[in-house]
Nanobody, 119 residues
Framework: QVQLVESGGGLVQPGGSLRLSCAAS????????MAWYRQPPGKQRELVAA???????DYADSVKGRFTISRDNAKNTVYLQMNSLKPEDAAVYYC?????????????WGQGTQVTVSS
């Protein structure tokens, strides 16, 4: 069983930075794809950034150039560095893990961490 625990959320002023962390339990992390999603108040959940087991990354257009996803397989942790934050970045941020096994793909979600961008 995989458990994901996010941390690093909080209140930041526009233009500020935050780094989110997501620590995964279990032994599947190093060969799993990881991603960050977010859900702003009253809106649908959206993909923010993703990283494959090999380190390839992809970003939503709205965060390109401002956010960076990275992973540390030795620590079973994925990060989201968020710079130049805007009020529209405020949301609950979720970490996800996709484990690809012979029996299929298995998706796991963290509990979410709140990011508030306000002056």
């Amino acid at each position: 069983q995989v458990q994901l625990v996010e941390s690093g959320g909080g209140l930041v002023q526009p233009g500020g930075s935050l780094r989110l962390s997501c620590a995964a339990s279990g032994s599947v992390f190093s060969f799993s794809a990881m991603a960050w999603y977010r859900q702003p108040p009253g809106k649908q959940r959206e993909l923010v950034a993703a990283i494959t087991s090999g380190g390839s990354t992809d970003y939503a257009d709205s965060v390109k150039g401002r956010f960076t996803i990275s992973r540390d397989n030795a620590k079973n942790t994925v990060y989201l560095q968020m710079n130049s934050l805007k009020p529209e970045d405020a949301a609950v941020y979720y970490c996800t893990l996709r484990a690809t096994m012979m029996s299929g793909d298995y998706d796991y979600w963290g509990q979410g961490t709140q990011v508030t961008v306000s002056s």
